[in-house]
């Protein structure tokens, strides 16, 4: 079978921001650290955690647009290149496409077949228009709609349509289903499922673990500003598949598998100290826990933890963060 092409990769990627503390003394907030990933062809990689984690900084580094004070590092490359501040202005929109969470991304102002056309008005963008909205199961009357005559449903099928309009190598797609119920998450989830199948890359940012394996082919999980664990969906089926404590406490805390929470709560910014960042929650850590970790290759997935290839079950008791799933 032949190798699928990586469309993007992300190699050790920093995020700081520049802030000012009392008496204007100058400080660095880390927001991520050391993060690596992959987005291949044809493939639909989810990046799961919970809020502060770094899922939506990790899509404003690779579209280029984070604010003034941030302070990055490591490289971003697409399609084998590094992705540039000049390259990302002229693939913004085009190759590279975001899908919002927030529906009110939707020019108010703009009748929805304008939005999807992007201001177009020649026959043959008419016509591929329509196809594209046809597609999502939305009739030629929507092209008359304003965003605030459209249900949530439609509004989500709509932002799905601007983006696929111009044929994309790389959809990222930015908590594209809250206050969907399940049924209507996972139809736009298929939507992305599908482009994914037809030979695009795929990165779907979601706080839903759930959902999330119901679509995608792997799970990164991310934690405190970096990723723990990468894994193929498969691995998800059983706890002894999976490789880091944290990703075995997220399974154990889905409602099928004894919705059992979490104890403790995430560091951020100042918080975050040398080291696993899950060790103060972690009973398997000692005090080799508080030393660097790399992100290492084990079996068949990637794990950033000293103990994964020891074993243990890590289980914690009640209390702390409930997992459905603030992660």
């Known amino acids: ?9 992300v190699e050790h990627l920093s995020v700081k921001f520049t802030q000012y503390e009392r008496g204007f003394r100058q400080i660095e907030l880390p927001a991520i650290r050391d993060l690596s990933l992959t ?33 990055t590092g490591g490289r971003i490359d697409y399609d084998g290149m590094e992705l540039t501040e000049k390259r990302i202005r002229a693939l913004r929109g085009r190759e590279i496409v ?4 927030s529906v009110s991304y939707l020019d108010p ?51 799905i349509s601007t983006a696929v309009m111009e044929k994309p190598r790389l959809v990222i797609a930015d908590e594209p289903t809250p206050g969907l119920h399940m049924e209507a998450a996972k139809r736009v989830l298929s939507h992305f499922r599908e482009i994914a199948d037809e030979g695009a ?15 995608a082919d792997r799970i990164v999980v991310f934690y405190a500003g970096t990723n723990v664990e990468e894994a193929p969906v498969s691995d998800f089926e059983e706890e002894e598949r999976l490789r880091h404590p944290y990703t075995k406490a997220l399974f154990r805390a889905m409602p099928q598998h004894g919705f059992v929470p979490i104890s403790g709560s995430q560091p951020y910014g100042k918080e975050f100290l040398s080291g696993c960042p899950y060790a103060s ?11 660097e970790v790399e992100y290492t290759s084990l079996r068949g ?6 103990k994964a290839a020891e074993g ?13 799933f603030s992660i």
């Open 1 to 9: 079978m032949e190798e699928r092409k990586t469309v993007l990769s």
């Open 39 to 71: 987005v291949k062809e044809g493939e639909m990689v989810a990046v799961v955690g919970s809020s502060g984690s770094g899922k939506s900084l990790l899509v404003h580094a690779v579209l280029g647009i984070l604010p003034y004070n941030a302070v």
């Open 98 to 101: 975001l899908v919002p969470q």
């Open 109 to 159: 102002l703009m009748k929805a077949g304008a939005s999807v056309r992007k201001g177009k008005k020649d026959s043959e963008t008419r016509r591929k228009c329509r196809e594209v909205l046809a597609r999502y199961g939305l009739g030629k009357e929507t092209e008359e709609l304003y965003p605030f005559e459209l249900s949530g449903g439609m509004t989500r099928r709509v932002l």
């Open 201 to 215: 890359g795929v990165l779907l940012i979601t706080h839903d673990l759930e959902l999330a394996l119901e679509a």
């Open 281 to 291: 929650r972690c009973e398997l850590a000692d005090g080799t826990c508080g030393k």
């Open 301 to 306: 997935g990637m794990v950033r933890c000293r």
């Open 312 to 324: 243990g079950n890590g289980r914690y008791g009640a209390g702390g963060e409930s997992a459905l």
